[in-house]
């Protein structure tokens, strides 16, 4: 008995039962897999065929997790968004020094941009390949994450704790300081991931705190 | 009269004359044309009709241009190697001291990544498409320019004049903060070019040199 496929939504966590190919796939795993080939093959390139190779189901198997490819691209880039609320912005939220949130914000996402899977982290600029609607959802939620480090900036302005910089274009040098870590870091090269987020954060702050203890 | 081609390397310098279509394309509006169409449709979904359609020629008179999609954008990718070999590393070679240097390298190319071609300047990251001797030599060029600018931090850091970073992952982040200028700045909002190199500048050498002035 194969169920059908009741959602037309993103998230695949209610459809995690078997699929085409007897297996069982979760969520984590399609989004993985499924972003490893767009990275490789670039979104418009990558067939359904490619996608049912990579992911080891038939192609009816397919279809039973996924309503499209762009239905795929914004699961991927929603599951990010999830686990950037869950790991960087809802902690942030809970730290009250405006230095410390900033340094959480700095480790707890250069982490997951050092150590995690790379073509996630990369694949969260391919915007222009989703639906208008599905757009603007994902560049919402990107708007909330870089009004969060503007306002701890903007915070730490007002404490007399920043640098004379505009708080904007600070923000943009952190992100690009942190976007990236994923193009040029190699896992298995002399630097570890703790001395990379070390630096990153000295570099990063140090860059925007008055204060040279950064 | 036309011209057949006689070149199959990327220069297109040689081969300016009337093409299928009547017209003069300069390299500079192939190359600039070309990198807009594989920036939207990504490189691997664009066709050669694509392409013949964004440069207004024939597919007869687009070959007279291009032996190749991956010639095309090797082509592209030389073209912007020139142009930094010419305006940045040049110039920043001829600058004695590093400080200077620094600066000079941080102003010269990020005012092309603010008012330059944006799509030109993202689609240095198409690596993966080349043939691996293009890659190659790609690959080789940008190592000059990495070594160039980690070479000067290491000069500033034997002058004591460096904060203690790795020079390594400092370049790096220096990189990055230029590199995302093109993936966020609308030339027609709120801050001028200028007010932006001025703070990258400020914030990216003030996140590493000792001294306060930066």
Redesign the interface.
Known sequence: LRPRRTTTGPDMKTRKQSAGAGDRLSAHEIYLKAAEIFE??????TSMDDLGRALEVTKAGLYYYIASKEDLLFGIMTYAMDWLDREVIIPARAEADPERRLRLIVCNHGRELLEGPRALAILS?EL?ALTPKHRRNILDRKRVYFDLVRDTLDELNAAGKL????T???T??L???????P???RPKGR?SPE??LD??A???????LAS?RA
């Open positions: 490789a093959k670039g979104f418009d390139a600029d222009a640098r004379a910089v505009n904007t274009v600070a943009f040098s992100f690009g300081t942190l976007m990236w870590l193009r040029w870091y630097l001395q990379v630096e990153v000295a570099i990063g702050l140090g860059g925007l040279t």
